[in-house]
């Protein structure tokens, strides 16, 4: 403060009041503690004193205070006189009632009762109180008050401040004279610094300089004055130059600016048009959200004329009406006035929190009523955090939000479609899947109810899902047995979208044409839709739903047939599911039923996948218990047969072998081979067949022909051994017979030379007769060596030994492609062709006789089958067995040639032991042909192979 | 505060003492009411008794031990027992006050204090000689008690009951009597 008082004086003044006020301050320093320190000793001192005289006097005055000796109390009292200062004194009795007093002469005694207080000494404004009880015994009996007055205490108080005053006063005078001379030292060359500088800023001469007197900072000072003058003097030349190129300067800025405010009027008035012509709203408004601008789109969009829009809240153009509405884009909602006050707090907030965009989607409603919905794009207008307003973007999103919703039903559709397929797949019957499709369908649609029916064998329809309070009133007491409504003749409203086979939607169908009322009991029908179903392009039956409130859409129809293809794939599917899963547990059931070990094994995890009932209950096999070589051998790893064989050699191969369980007394004949899923895993597929009776018969079999084999062995002996011996003693009757004949021919008459030609021709017919007997019987016994015969030159051969006698006889021998080459017995076949040819031959009584030799292939069997052809005389039906038969013969002995009957057994024997067959076929009169096949080593190998 | 409190019911009660005080130090009070004014007068009396001894120190050789009863003998008059009786359980100095009414010579010298009413003054003036010299405080209400050598004796003035104390007959009683005291008494040799 006193700095800013200072402020404008001259240097002289300053010096001058801060010497005084420097002077003023040591005095106080000097003279305050003193002053305090003998005031406090003072206070101190009187209130001790009168603290000590207080005591001592209530001390005296116990006994008159106890005897109630007033006067005695009093005399006590007065004693106090001969102190000058005490105003007034009392003494109080126990009950604080007065009980004697003493007042100064001149005073007044104290008025009223005396304060309250605790004891001892209190300092009030001209006086001092001490208070003290009375103490006998160390029982209070009563108390004494005095107070002492301080005029004494004043007056030295009074005292002490003359005399610093005049302390202060004498200083300050002293400090004046003193100051006065000596401030001149300092000031007198300021001040001449001043007149220098006054002179040189008033006449702008800056030529003039300050003398100098002394070396101090005053010295300093006007060395720099003097040296800034000599600076000022340079820089004002140059200033009188820059200041003419200035002013050229400013003129030019002056245009440019002029020229940009044009400009910046120009960009104005466009962005003015801009906003005018704007095909979306944009309106203006203040910080409150009032409208003071709104563009002719705003006006456009909502009806209202501009003039009408100024001067309202946004939140006006909100629907608030209590009620349904219906959007241009054809959205329903309801409205409360909670849309309305909702939009204006958010505007609110928007603008009070100063936002820089806010953006949301809302409703306008148009002056006619109509709702619009909106997109709002809000922007704040401020100028230095200074809200000036706000400008809003209003867009019509109509075709937005109609596509919203399209895309909104559209995903409807397919949730449905998906739940379908869901419900598809976790539900256990067809009928599951309808009732899906039927709920979906009635919450798409927001129908009351509803049912699906199916077209059955006859024509008519069955339901197969009915809403639940569509069944409760159709219920009809003679069908409580079933669930649904079977055999309903197509008609009414949903016989004719049947029938049709197109959708039907009506909101009015007692009066649609086709309608044929409601049955009793049925729920009145307000409003109904029905769509057909189809299934591969076959009528399935119909959706039928009703009772939407306002009626069906387009689009609820259109979105129920887009649901009807899944529907149908759905329940469909849902049907060959159970029919496959039927099925599959049929073929489980098989299998279970097999007296076979049937598993399958993933071969990757080893794990077992099936295992069938003999597999469970025989073997006591577990799937679930572990690996298959864990559970089913007691192994620690994969067996070597799976990893080393079947997973390591070819895939496609099956391998098979017995085996016989110790365990359980039985065989079993395996097959193991690889399964190849369709996911491209595979498993391994065993069968183990329980073929223990099988094994015994076989035992059975085995010694059965063990036993044949032995005893045909002995008849083959037998009938070697017979014929070889019958031949000796036969020679001899043959050979004695000549002799008879040769040598007593003579001697017997032509009788007895009859006989005996008899006798030789016999033997000679029993020899042939054991020939053929004994070449028999050593077909069966003979080994046979087979190698590779080319049966072209074996029949050539056949043909070159026979060519005399078929010369003689007129045969052609025809061989119509060449014969294949075979493994055979060549010596056999031989003798197998030159039989077969030879009888050939000799059964013919045509005139071209002819005999073809040659093979088929036929399909039924793997070898070729080959033949001998005649145009011969034939084989009755009834003799073809017998001919194959030792010693049987057709015809008379001598007929065709004569024979002995064992040329076609011999040759089924080799054919047998080659492991083939033969067979005739023959019409009399037209010819025969024999037919045999060859099945040679090479079957038997391959069958081995299997083992 | 609580403190105020309590002060200002004592306020109330007091009031009643007073009132009660001037009664008892009226003497000539209503002839018809002069038995109940006796018993106030002795109320009184017996008050200033138990006051004195606040103020008058006993040798030591007065007391077995240092809280040994002070035993205060007085006659069987029906108004001065029931008026000692409410001394009955006080303390003086820690000691309890015993109340006594004369039986026997040798027993009254046990006595601190011996109190001489006017009723049965006959009957105790032939022992108070005897009990001169020893450390008994004699107090009377007669002349004749006072001649006799009591060392304090009860008088009336105007309205107020006053008393006097004969120095000589304490000092050679050997009781220091306080300053105090003595300065509210009439002093006598």
Redesign the interface.
């Known amino acids: 403060m006193i700095t800013k008082l200072l402020r404008n004086t001259s240097i002289q003044t300053k010096l001058r009041i801060i010497l005084m006020i420097i002077c003023l301050a040591v005095i106080c320093i000097f003279a305050a503690p003193v002053i305090f320190t003998d005031y406090y000793n003072y206070r101190n001192t009187i209130s001790h004193a009168l603290d000590t005289l207080t005591q001592i006097v209530g001390k005296?005055s116990?006994?008159?205070l106890?005897?109630?000796?007033e006067p005695?109390a009093q005399d006590i009292l007065a004693s106090l006189k001969t102190e000058q200062n005490v105003a007034y004194a009392c003494i109080l009795d126990?009950?604080?009632?007065l009980f004697a007093q003493y007042v100064k002469a001149g005073w007044e005694p104290h008025a009223g009762p005396v304060p309250?207080m605790g004891s001892g000494v209190r300092f009030k404004k001209n006086y001092l109180t001490a208070f003290h009880p009375i103490v006998?015994?160390d029982e209070t009996i009563g108390s004494i008050y005095i107070k002492y007055e301080l005029s004494e205490f004043a007056s030295r108080l009074r005292h002490y401040g003359a005399l610093t005053l005049f302390l202060i006063l004498v200083s300050c005078g002293v400090a004046f004279v003193l100051s006065n001379r000596l401030q001149r030292i300092i000031t007198l060359p300021i001040l001449r610094l001043t007149d220098i500088a006054g002179a040189v800023s008033q006449d702008k001469n800056y030529s003039l300089r300050a003398a100098k007197d002394s070396d101090d900072e005053i010295g300093i000072l006007i060395d720099g004055f003097n040296e800034m003058l000599g600076q000022i003097q340079d820089r004002e030349h140059q200033l009188k130059m820059h200041r003419d190129r200035l002013e050229d300067l400013v003129e030019q800025r002056t245009q440019e600016l002029r020229a940009a405010n044009e400009e910046l009027r120009a960009t104005r008035d466009q962005l003015d048009k801009i906003i005018a012509d704007s095909i979306d709203c944009i309106i203006v408004t203040d910080s409150a959200g009032v409208i003071n601008r709104a563009n002719k789109a705003f006006s456009t969009m909502l009806g209202f004329p501009e003039e009408e829009s100024i001067g309202k809240l946004i939140s006006n153009f909100i629907p608030y009406r209590i009620g349904e509405y219906e959007s241009t884009a054809g959205e329903r909602f309801q409205v409360d006035d909670t849309l309305r006050k909702a939009a204006h707090a958010k505007i609110t907030v928007f603008l009070d929190q100063k936002r820089s965009v806010q953006n949301w989607e809302t409703h306008l409603v148009h002056k006619n009523g109509m709702v619009i919905p909106v997109d709002i794009n809000m922007v704040v207008l401020q100028d230095e955090q200074q809200l000036i307003g706000s400008v809003a973007i209003i867009r019509d999103i109509t075709e937005r939000r109609k596509a919203e919703l399209q895309i909104m039903r559209q995903s409807a559709v397919l949730e449905a479609i998906n739940t379908v397929f869901q419900e598809m797949i976790t539900c256990e019957t067809d009928e599951d899947v309808a009732r899906t499709c039927l709920a979906l369908s009635e919450k798409l649609t927001k129908s009351r109810f509803g049912w699906i029916g199916e077209l059955n064998e006859t024509g008519t329809l069955d339901t197969i899902a009915l809403s639940d309070p569509g069944w409760d009133a159709c219920r009809i007491p003679e069908s409580d047995k079933g669930r649904l409504i079977t055999d309903l003749h197509l008609q009414g409203l949903w016989g004719s979208v049947l029938k049709n086979g197109a959708s039907l939607k009506t909101d009015n169908p007692s009066k649609h044409p086709d309608s044929t009322g409601v049955p009793e009991g049925h729920p009145p029908l307000e409003t109904f839709m029905g769509v057909p179903l189809f299934y591969e392009d076959k009528p399935f039956g119909l959706i039928a739903l009703a009772n939407k409130s306002g009626g069906y859409t387009e689009a609820d129809v259109r979105d129920i047939e887009t649901l009807a293809l899944p529907y149908m794939e759905a329940l469909m599917r849902k049907r060959t599911t159970i029919t496959l899963d039927t099925e599959r547990k049929q073929l489980l059931s098989i299998f279970d039923s097999m007296n076979a070990a049937i598993y399958v094994i993933d071969t990757d995890s080893y794990q077992l996948l099936f295992v069938n009932r003999y597999m469970r209950e025989t073997l006591g096999i577990d799937p679930e218990q572990g690996t298959c070589y864990e559970v089913m051998m007691g192994f620690a790893a994969p067996c070597d047969f799976c990893t080393k064989k079947l997973l390591a050699e070819d895939p496609a191969k099956t391998y098979r072998w017995e085996y016989y369980s110790p365990a359980l007394d039985k065989h079993f004949i395996v097959h193991d081979r690889m399964i190849k899923w369709s996911d491209g895993r595979s498993a391994k597929f065993s069968m183990s067949l329980d073929i223990t009776d099988r094994k015994q018969n076989e035992q059975k079999i085995r010694r059965f022909a063990a036993d044949l084999e032995r005893s045909n062995q002995e008849l083959n002996d037998f009938a070697y051994i017979a014929s070889h011996d019958l031949k000796e003693p036969l020679r001899g009757i043959h050979n004695y017979a000549s002799f008879l004949i040769e040598d007593y021919g003579e001697k017997l008459d032509a009788e007895g030379n009859r006989m005996l030609t008899t006798l030789t021709t016999l033997s000679e017919r029993l020899e042939t007769l054991i020939e053929g007997l004994l070449e028999y019987s050593r077909m069966g016994r003979l080994d046979l060596s087979f190698r590779e015969t080319d049966l072209n030159a074996l029949v050539a051969d056949v043909v070159e030994t026979l060519t005399i006698r078929l010369t003689e006889l007129g045969i052609d021998i025809r061989i119509p492609h060449p014969l294949p080459t075979i493994q055979c017995d060549a010596t056999r076949i031989q003798e197998v062709f030159r039989n077969l040819i030879t009888n050939a031959m000799k059964y013919n009584d045509k005139n071209e006789k002819w005999i073809e030799i040659g093979y088929e292939d036929r399909p039924s069997l793997q070898v070729p089958v080959l033949y001998v052809r005649d145009n011969g005389i034939g084989i009755p039906q009834k003799h073809q067995e017998a001919i194959f038969k030792i010693f049987k013969r057709l015809h008379a002995r001598e007929k065709f040639g004569g024979g002995t009957g064992a040329g076609l057994p011999i040759v089924k024997k080799i054919i047998e032991r080659h492991l083939g067959r033969i067979w005739v076929e023959s019409e009399p009169d037209t010819g025969t042909t024999f037919y045999f096949t060859l099945q040679n080593a090479q079957k038997t190998t391959a069958s081995e192979e299997l083992d | 505060m609580t403190h105020?409190h309590n002060?200002h019911l004592?306020?109330t009660q007091?009031?009643l003492?007073?009132v009660l005080?001037f009664l008892c130090l009226d003497v000539s009070f209503d002839n018809a009411y002069a038995q109940s004014a006796k018993n106030i007068e002795y109320r009184a009396k017996a008050a200033?008794i138990y006051?004195f001894l606040?103020?008058i120190s006993y040798p030591e050789s007065a007391f077995p031990s240092p809280h040994s009863p002070i035993i205060i003998t007085i006659g069987s008059t029906p108004d001065i027992v029931s008026a000692f009786n409410t001394l009955k359980g006080k303390k003086?100095?820690g000691r309890p006050l015993i109340i006594e009414q004369y039986t026997t010579d040798a027993r009254l010298k046990k006595s601190h204090v011996v109190f001489f009413s006017s009723e049965d003054e006959a009957l105790l003036q032939k022992a108070l000689p005897a009990l001169q010299t020893e450390n008994i405080l004699t107090i009377g209400e007669t002349d004749r008690c006072k001649k006799a050598g009591g060392i304090i004796h009860f008088y009336p003035e105007g309205t107020r009951l006053r008393f006097e104390i004969n120095i000589t007959a304490a000092e050679r009683a050997r009781l220091k009597i306080?300053s105090?005291?003595l300065?509210?008494a009439k002093i006598t040799r």
């Open positions: 005296n116990r006994a008159a106890l005897f109630g000796d005695a126990r009950d604080d009632t309250e006998l015994n | 105020t002060r004592n306020r007091s009031a003492c007073i005080l200033f006051n606040k103020f003086i100095k306080s105090e005291l300065r509210l």
